[in-house]
């Protein structure tokens, strides 16, 4: 339970490890803060090279870690397509892409496509294009 004087571990990147709570906001007569409730709390611990000081009060959201793994964002599965891909002549921005993608590991969702004048098909599907533009300078 959250009251005044309560010590509460800190789990986010403000630059805080510990803090005290001093009073539950909106609480006029509730003694125990809720998950949800705002709290003014005085950081009794911090994390060195950070902006934020000890004895620096603020104000803090009570949360549970619990609600904060049911709240996760769930990541779709994402993919690229790299189509005019050409294995017998790589150019040097197609070699650093492959060795990229074989680094991370992510040869499963990165798909590599030959050359090909049918680019129909790919268009119609996808959600982002981007393009990659060769500039050729010429003299004529």
Partial sequence: ?????????VVDNSGARELMCIRIIGANNRRYARIGDIIVA???EAIPNTPLERSEVIRAVIESLQIIKE???????????????????????ETELRSFVTEKKI?????????????????????VLVQNSQVLHCLF
């Fill in 1 to 9: 339970m959250i009251q005044p004087q309560a010590h509460l571990n």
């Fill in 42 to 44: 005085a950081n009794k």
């Fill in 107 to 127: 040869q499963n969702r990165v798909h590599f496509i030959n050359k090909t004048l049918t680019v129909a098909p790919y268009l119609a599907v996808i959600d």
């Fill in 71 to 93: 709240k996760k964002l769930q990541v779709p599965p994402v993919h690229a397509v790299v189509v005019g891909s050409n294995i017998s002549a790589q150019t040097k921005f």
